[in-house]
């Protein structure tokens, strides 16, 4: 049997330039300033392909359209696609909800698979809200949901909360 095979090229900005406003702007500034394209995207997004980012206190929304490159050996989009969709989105609804000079980490990610993600299912969105903030740590959902509104995933994450060096 022949392959065909398939290529794919992108590109990224240095996330250093990113990082520089880390400490100086909250969280919600940040995150909508690289949904209005003002500051770059990390480079994952640029790598898996979210886009149509928009934040608000509390709340973050982002879409993906599944392609081949994100498939597995079985023939549906990667565990570790899904997963990193609702990482972002859980970890980035906490940085909407931070002050200038306070970071965050993801201490963990609870995912819970409900339906197959194809081609077939078309573009797909993931929202993540904010379950509860505290000084030290958060407790975000995040839901993938297909044109219909259906559940495909969900994921539960907690983030340490810290003042930037």
Same mark, same amino acid.
């Given at each position: ?73 079985? +023939? ?8 990193? !969709?609702? =990482?972002? $989105?859980?970890?980035?609804?906490? *940085?909407? /909800? ?35 903030? +505290? ?8 839901? !993938?949901? =297909?044109? $219909?509104?259906?559940?495909?995933? *969900?994921? /539960? ?9």
């Amino acid at each position: 049997m022949e392959e065909t095979q398939r290529s794919r090229t992108y590109g990224w900005t240095d996330p250093s330039a990113v990082a520089a406003h880390l400490g100086r702007r909250g969280g919600l500034d940040l995150i909508r300033a690289m949904a209005a394209g003002e500051l770059p995207a990390p480079p994952i997004m640029h790598t898996i392909g979210i886009s149509d980012m928009e934040a608000k206190e509390g709340w973050i929304g982002l879409e993906l359209t599944p392609q081949e490159f994100h498939y597995n050996p079985l +023939g549906s989009v990667h565990g570790g696609v899904i997963s990193t !969709l609702l =990482d972002t $989105a859980a970890a980035c609804a906490v *940085h909407t /909800t931070l002050p200038a000079g306070t970071g965050y980490t993801s201490l963990d990610l609870t995912v819970k698979f409900v339906r197959p993600v194809t081609i077939a299912t078309g573009r797909v969105r993931c929202e993540g809200t904010v379950l509860n903030r +505290g000084r030290r740590t958060a407790l975000a959902e995040a839901r !993938l949901t =297909d044109a $219909a509104g259906k559940l495909l995933a *969900h994921g /539960t994450s907690s983030c340490l909360i810290f003042e930037m060096p």
